[in-house]
């Protein structure tokens, strides 16, 4: 996969992460559970290249090459490169990130470019996996993100993007019926600036949550926590997160002041609400964020560690522009 040229500063290819197998979750304050048993992680990938060819193989002119990835992680063998060039399948006009897994060997990870190599332990983490899979497409596609149980945040999959103050993330996500939400937090995607590689946060959670303060108004959720001025949370109970099924999540976030975001399901708008704060139509941290959100992270997260069963990601695009939910 390759994406289209974005400064080389949006690489941060000397990442000091750690993944323990603890048993307990990670604290609020960004502390991994358990000692580090790999060693410092690295970007593999190209450098910014000149006159790039157009099937993928080199980088354009400040660009990045995403062909050839390196260092699989689960079971530690070899990676694969990016899924797929833009305008290709799934994210047709993203101009920040894009990834549509497809192709990617089964079981692997995409690796190089803007992708954080994560540590071979994250492979030995209980029963949790993740790699690239057929056994669900969605639509046209052949492959999916398959991923299997709660994980530490060190061993999601971060990827950063250039930093923009106004930008959308679109990805196709397929939670399977027997995920159970109840009194729990669980999300597949967030997004969090530097200083969250590794950590819980600082980040924007979206996802679901059936726990306070959202018990009496559970449902589909957005969490910005560990910025200055504290956590928000917002959800909306009109509209059950779906199971069983692709759907499409959007968000739209802008920076440039406040900390602000706005989430669809299938192009419905949500609103948010919870214990003792009034319904809102963006959730809104209520000052800056401090530093500037830029990485964008895939997984299965519960609060508390329970998560079981399995969630599937595709598709997946960032942009200064909306790019919808069109194949």
Not at 284 to 293: A, I, S
Request: proline share 6%; with cysteine; net charge negative.
């Amino acid at each position: 996969m390759r994406i289209l040229p974005l400064s080389a500063s949006c690489l941060l290819a000397f990442l000091n992460l750690a993944c323990g197998p603890g048993d307990e979750e990670q604290s609020n304050d960004g502390t991994t559970p358990g000692p580090s048993t790999g060693g410092a992680p690295t970007v593999s990938g190209g450098a910014p290249g000149s006159g790039g060819a157009p099937d993928g193989t080199s980088g354009g002119s400040g660009g990045i090459d995403m062909s050839g990835g390196t260092g699989g992680v689960d079971g530690g063998g070899g990676g694969s490169g990016g899924g797929g060039d833009i305008g290709g399948v799934g994210c047709a006009g993203a101009d920040l990130l894009c990834e549509t897994f497809e192709g990617i060997s089964d079981g692997d990870v995409p690796t190089g470019g803007p992708w954080v190599t994560r540590d071979a332990s994250c492979a030995g983490q209980g029963n949790f996996s993740m790699g690239v899979s057929g056994d669900n497409p969605r639509g046209t596609s052949a492959k999916a993100l398959k991923v299997t149980n709660h994980s530490y945040a060190s061993c999601r999959l971060a990827a950063s993007f250039d930093t923009v103050d106004d930008f959308w993330v679109r990805a196709f996500i397929f939670w399977e019926e027997g995920v159970d939400f109840g009194n729990k937090e669980a999300l597949a995607v967030d997004l969090h600036p530097p200083s969250g590689l590794g950590k819980d946060d600082p980040a924007v959670r979206f996802g679901d949550r059936h726990k306070e303060p959202c018990v009496e108004t559970a449902g589909p959720q957005v969490t910005m926590i560990g910025f200055p001025g504290g956590e928000v949370t917002g959800c909306d109970a009109s509209l059950a997160t779906p199971k069983g099924k692709w759907y499409c999540f959007e968000a739209h976030v802008r920076q440039s002041g406040n900390l602000l975001a706005d989430t669809y399901i299938d192009g419905t708008a949500l609103s948010y609400e919870s214990k003792g704060k009034p319904q809102v139509e963006t959730m809104d941290l209520g000052g800056p964020p401090g530093e500037k959100v830029n990485h964008l992270r895939l997984g299965f997260f519960t609060h508390d560690s329970s998560g079981t069963g399995n969630v599937y990601i595709d598709d997946v695009a960032v942009s200064t522009t909306r790019i919808g939910c069109s194949d």
